[in-house]
């Protein structure tokens, strides 16, 4: 029945901040949540992937590209 009488009083024992597993818990918290924002979030707040294009071969030839121009 004491710790009835904690919340009363208003000591922390609603958010256990010296806890090794609350803080564990939220980390992985926070991560399951940027993973489910970060789809729906535009384009130019997403990281942009840096690396080289391969290159397109045909039998072992190098394929000119054509930029494709729309009416």
């Known amino acids: 029945m004491d710790h009835v009488h904690d ?3 208003g ?4 958010m256990p901040w010296s806890d090794w ?7 992985i918290a926070m991560g399951a ?8 979030l535009p ?13 397109l071969t045909v039998k072992g030839r190098k394929i ?3 930029s494709v121009i729309k009416d």
């Open 43 to 55: 384009k130019r707040f997403r990281r942009s992937p840096k690396g080289t294009r391969a290159q």
């Open 7 to 9: 919340r009363c009083r």
């Open 21 to 27: 597993q609350f803080w564990v818990v939220t980390v």
């Open 64 to 66: 000119e590209r054509r």
């Open 33 to 40: 949540g940027v993973l489910v924002i970060r789809p729906m």
């Open 11 to 14: 000591d922390d024992s609603l």
